[in-house]
């Protein structure tokens, strides 16, 4: 196992039954313990895929059934549009979790097509991205709404898989660790160690993403342990080694096993290949080398 505090962690989940919020977990493969520390994840992001409900329909039902009793311990959700929320949920048989690509801070009110947590909340969903590249470039998302989210859905009771990441100017300017460190404390700002439980983190290297330039795996692990570190020193070192921190970014069949077998890397945030169910299942049923 790539976790070295095994010990630890089991007296303080065995001390704090809400350690792990077992219905966040509820519909996927939870058969494993709880005890299992730094479980690996491997999630899917549709973003603006497939066109239709029932092409939806085909590839989250495609997706489940890659799922087997020989497939390993993995929490897997697919990450997708508002409105294919409820029938992926119906056709991946809860096989899956689903989630959703975003969330608005706000509760209520005057905000036009926004969703709130409370509406995902009562259709089941536990799971929301935060922080995409995507949304903070595309749309403008800073770290102050960012933090809005993961607060907002931490306060309801759900989970966040907040991205951070740096651009490819920045890589250059070997900035990755401290844009990491930036994105890291402003996205969490506010988030007690007691709830980092239902806080995943994803890196993805915005020059990755989409472009088949996926990091290599020496790159990501240094990346990942660097924001391992980041969150020892905002958290304590507990808590960094229980968190687990995914990696995005042009995740293929063909650099899964290597990427999954780096010490500080415990999954996967997939975008194209999770709108092939083939690749995707081969991407859930990593072998680590
Ligand atoms: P790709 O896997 O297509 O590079 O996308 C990664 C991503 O943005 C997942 O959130």
């Known amino acids: 196992m790539k976790f070295s505090c095994v010990a630890t962690l089991i007296s303080t989940i065995v001390g704090s039954s809400a350690a792990f919020s077992p219905s966040l977990f509820d519909g ?22 497939p066109q239709t409900k029932a092409e939806a329909v085909t590839l989250a039902s495609d997706i489940a059934s890659k799922i087997t009793d020989s497939t390993p311990d993995v929490d897997v959700a697919l990450f997708v549009p508002y409105v294919f929320i409820e029938t992926a949920m119906d056709a991946s048989g809860e096989k899956l979790m689903i989630g959703a690509e975003g969330v608005c801070p706000e509760i209520n009110g005057a905000f036009t097509g926004a969703v709130s947590t409370s509406m995902l909340n009562s259709v089941g969903v536990k799971w929301a991205l935060a922080g995409h590249s995507e949304r903070r470039v595309i749309f403008g998302e800073n770290d102050e709404y960012i933090n809005g989210q993961c607060l907002k859905l931490i306060e309801e009771g759900m989970a966040v898989m907040l991205c951070i990441g740096e651009s490819e100017a920045e890589y250059e300017q070997k900035l990755a660790g401290a844009v990491c460190a930036v994105q890291l404390k402003k996205g969490l700002a506010g988030i007690s160690k007691e709830d980092l439980d239902r806080v995943v983190i994803a890196y993805e290297p915005v020059w990755a993403i989409g472009t088949g330039k996926v990091a290599t795996p020496e790159t990501a692990q240094n990346v990942h342990s660097k924001c391992r570190a980041i969150l020892a020193d905002m958290y304590d070192q507990e808590a960094a080694d229980a968190m687990r921190i995914l990696y995005g970014g042009s995740v293929s069949p063909e650099s899964v096993d290597e990427l999954m077998s780096q010490t500080d890397i415990d999954g996967a945030l997939v975008g194209g290949a999770s709108l092939d169910s083939e690749k995707f299942g081969r991407i859930i049923n990593f072998q680590a080398v």
């Open 28 to 49: 996927a493969r939870t058969h494993s313990s709880q005890l299992n520390a730094r479980k690996p994840f491997i999630s899917g992001n549709w973003k603006l895929n």
